[in-house]
């Protein structure tokens, strides 16, 4: 984590955005706030207990396993484009959710997910980057939730 904190203070980007309930208690914990925090109280499918995060919003969303819905990817877009710190809870399974905050974020932007096993990801947001986003979102096809 202090590696992260150093790479914060560096680089001073103009969003951090976490997806995932580890990495966003343990960046809160180490007194990091990302601006989003997208969340579906589960860790590694298994559910954990809901944290309450200091947020100016929440939001709460539906997105099955293995899909991005128009309303969660929507959700994603709009929190981004505020000042306001966000949190999405989403019902049903958020990992997905990265490529829609990288697509929409401003670049230089830190993106956060986890690794099982391994640690934290970084992503900083680069053209390249939402390129690569978007061709991953090309691939998938965006379905409305029941």
Do not use: C, W
Not at 18 to 32: A, K
Not at 65 to 94: F, N, W, Y
Not at 115 to 126: D, F, L, N, R
């Amino acid at each position: 984590m202090k590696k992260f904190a150093t790479i914060v203070e560096e680089r001073k980007p103009p969003k951090i955005v976490t997806v995932g309930d580890t990495v966003t208690r343990n960046l809160h914990r180490h007194g990091i706030s990302p601006q989003l925090s997208i969340t579906d109280n589960r860790s590694m499918r298994k559910p954990i207990r809901q944290i309450i995060y200091p947020v100016d919003k929440i939001v709460k969303v539906k997105n099955p396993q293995g899909t991005i819905t128009e309303e969660a990817a929507k959700a994603v877009h709009e929190a981004i484009l505020k000042s306001e710190k966000v949190q999405i809870r989403v019902d049903g399974e958020e990992d997905l959710l990265t490529i829609i905050a990288v697509l929409n974020s401003p670049e230089k932007t830190l993106v956060v997910y986890g690794q099982p096993y391994e640690g934290m990801v970084v992503v900083e947001v680069t053209a390249e980057k939402k390129a690569e986003a978007s061709r991953i979102l090309e691939a998938m096809k965006v379905r409305k939730p029941k």
